[in-house]
């Protein structure tokens, strides 16, 4: 993102205070039924406060006072935690912002060229864009290739290649064309684009309840509505027994009770966590997306473009049985003619560098067929009847026996040749006869290796999916060290994979860029789409890596699993943390009672009356103290679950009960001076 924010500034700060008074409104506050319930709390004991006599209340103004300020105190710190998490994103909003400004496109009408504001293009307008302009809407090239600008969106400077044809294809409004010209089909209306989705997403202002949040909250608002039933109950219990239990304490006990520490943090935890993604330039559509991403089992990438370069570039002619190189070229070129992938135009880039002259007439008239990974092949009916085709080798094998052709004897070994060498070879065929390999270069790229090692130890299998033929794959998969792969596969193969993992309880993550990952990143339960993919892949992904580093799933991983479990430390922290504000409280109020009950008086505190106070001003203030912790989360190593699950249950489970017992002590020698 354009603006990195690592430290929050003191305005994101002030808004916080700002926002953490608007937020009491009840009908916002209800939307938290935790602190909801502490605010009817405070509005109780602000009653008692100005009128000491109702609900046959003894205990004196300051009291009721002291309380009523805690209480309040209490709501907006809570209320603040939340503002905090969400002011990032609204800071980061506002500078995006400032980026979608009206700009003038030039939209191609029939034959001339119209000048139009790009809030009036409209899905499937054409627009002209030329160096030093800029994009007025999200779109695909369909024709051209330039350099282009995406800072404004990813904050990285160095200019981006889009290309018609190919994975490279998808350009976003508000970017900027840096060198030559682009034709735009434009794929997207007004209100709809990328930079709109990214504000509303960072803004925070379609956030929903995650499936395990609303999971917890329900077993939060279970625990306040038991200790509810606890409270009223011994209020009637008192007064049988004579005893009187005053409101404001009853109050203050059950604000103890009720796990106010987590309620009041949670939906910080959950929103900080989508912040970190974005932070790291990875745009998650969903919270629920992040958080599987913290359970993930398995990974499924492609081959090329994500573990290779993806710049697939014709590097030789090889020709087969009785052919010539420069007859294998002038076929593989006349089937590539109007062939838009950058493979295809590699292979006419090869004819020149290799010097020899394309005969254009012959392919000029005829029928181009477009290159589909279904077929995977692409080529040209010429209009003298004869077939042309380049594509994977197993595909032209079966197209040229359909046709009762004959396999050269010396393709398989030129095609092994080239595959294993990690390069992908293209046969080139007319007819029923094979002429010889195309090879086409791609390189690993580097580091992958270390990257699958590290989630290896995160417990996660890698995939590669891959078009490219075994051979091939194999030697990629072995170079990158993945655990699997699978070649020759089609799009229905991957979504098949992504199926049959699941089937076994796994959850599955995929990366992709192309138009044909689009099913399988929609099938995925975490499906990260590269930023320079193609829109359909976009579209069908619940995250969108504005860096294009495929790679990066670690990450993500790592931030999911981070969220996941500093919402389980927390909550146990909470909860243990209630049972020791118990042992001060409830002996306090019986003492207040009953002054003979001293014995009860274990933690040796001041008065009960300073017991109360302190145990509701440590109630209060621990919900700011964790802050930090919430925002930034609970550090992640890469160790066994088991391993996690009983560190963070002896840091969080044992401190949450002692550090109540030691700051209500510390707080109540402070009190006791006046009380
Ligand atoms: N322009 C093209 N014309 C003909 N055949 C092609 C062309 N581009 C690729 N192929 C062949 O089709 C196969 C599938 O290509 P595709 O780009 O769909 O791969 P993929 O399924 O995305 O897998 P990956 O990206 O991992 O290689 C390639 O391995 C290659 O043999
Ligand atoms: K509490
Ligand atoms: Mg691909």
């Not at 199926?499 to 959850?507: I, N, T």
């Amino acid at each position: 993102m354009s603006q990195k924010k690592s430290v929050l500034s003191g305005t994101i700060v002030q808004n916080a205070i700002k926002e953490s008074f608007l937020k009491l409104d009840p009908r916002v506050m209800v939307r938290n039924p935790i602190m909801f319930v502490v605010e009817i709390g405070f509005i109780l004991t602000l009653i008692l406060t100005f009128v000491p006599k109702a609900f046959r209340s003894s205990t004196p103004f300051w009291f009721n006072l002291i309380v009523t300020i805690i209480l309040l105190v209490t709501i907006l710190f809570a209320n603040f935690a939340e503002a905090l998490a969400e002011g990032r994103g609204k800071a980061q909003a506002d500078s995006l912002k400032k980026t979608k400004k009206d700009i003038t496109a030039n939209k191609i009408a029939g034959s001339s060229v119209k000048q139009v504001s790009s809030s009036d293009l409209r899905k499937g307008d054409i627009v002209l864009v030329s160096q030093g302009e800029m994009i007025p809407g999200d779109g695909e090239v369909i024709e051209g290739l330039a350099s282009v600008d995406e800072s404004a969106i990813t904050g990285e400077s160095a200019p981006v290649i889009k290309e018609a044809g190919g994975d490279f294809s998808s350009v976003t409004g508000g970017t900027r064309v840096i060198s030559d010209q682009i034709k735009v089909r434009i794929t997207s209306d007004p209100g709809e684009s990328f930079l709109d989705r990214m504000i509303s997403l960072v803004e925070g202002a379609k956030r929903q309840k995650t499936p395990n949040e609303i999971a917890l909250n329900t077993v939060l608002m279970s625990l306040t509505l038991i200790f509810l039933i606890v409270v009223v109950t011994l209020s009637y219990f008192g007064s049988y027994l004579n005893v009187n239990l005053d409101v404001p304490v009853l109050i203050a006990l059950l604000v103890c009770l009720i796990p106010t520490t987590i309620g009041g943090l949670l939906s910080a935890i959950g929103i900080a966590g989508m912040d970190r993604v974005t932070q790291f330039n990875v745009l998650a559509m969903s919270g629920k997306a992040v958080e599987a991403a913290g359970d993930i089992n398995t990974i499924i990438l492609d081959k090329t473009g994500t573990i290779t370069y993806g710049n697939r570039m014709a590097s030789e002619f090889i020709p087969v049985g009785s052919s010539k190189e420069e007859e294998v070229g002038q076929w593989a070129a006349v089937s590539s003619i109007k062939d838009e992938t950058p493979e295809g135009r590699s292979v006419l880039e090869l004819m020149k560098k290799l010097g020899y002259a394309i005969d254009t007439t012959l392919a000029s008239s005829g029928e181009f067929i477009e290159f589909k990974a279904e077929t995977r092949m692409s080529g040209i009916d010429l209009k003298d009847g004869r077939k042309v085709r380049k594509g994977a080798v197993d595909a032209i094998k079966k197209w040229v026996a359909a046709q009762g052709g004959s396999i050269p004897s010396d393709l398989t070994a030129s095609s092994d040749k080239v595959a294993s060498a990690g390069g992908t070879p293209l046969a080139v065929a007319v007819d029923n006869q094979i002429f010889g390999i195309i090879y086409l270069k791609d390189t690993v790229k580097p580091g992958m290796r270390e990257r699958f090692e590290q989630m290896r130890k995160m417990g996660i299998k890698t995939i590669m999916c891959t078009g490219d033929n075994p051979l091939t794959a194999a030697t990629i998969a072995l170079e990158a060290g993945v655990d699997d792969f699978i070649a020759e596969s089609k799009p229905e193969d991957k979504i098949a994979v992504i199926r049959r993992e699941q089937a076994e309880g796994k959850l599955v993550a995929m990366t992709g860029d192309g138009t044909n990952d689009a099913p399988a990143l929609a099938q995925a339960d975490v499906g990260i789409a590269m930023n320079s993919g193609t829109v359909a892949a976009k579209e069908a992904a619940n995250m969108v890596d504005l860096d294009s580093d495929p790679s990066k799933i670690i990450e993500v991983v790592a931030i999911g699993k981070q969220l996941l479990m500093t919402r389980g430390a927390l909550t146990t922290f909470s909860i243990a943390n209630d049972i020791a504000k118990y042992f001060a409280i409830l002996p306090a109020m019986f003492m207040l009672a009953i002054p003979q009950m001293e014995v009860l008086n274990v933690m040796k505190l001041g008065s009960p009356m300073s017991a109360i106070l302190s145990a509701l001003i440590f109630n209060a203030i621990i919900i700011p103290l964790l802050i930090p912790l919430a925002m930034k989360g609970i550090a992640y190593k890469p160790i066994s679950s088991a391993q996690l699950l009983r560190r963070n249950l002896l840091i969080y489970g044992l401190g949450g009960v002692v550090v109540p017992f030691i700051g209500i002590k510390i707080i109540d020698l402070v009190v006791h001076l006046w009380v």
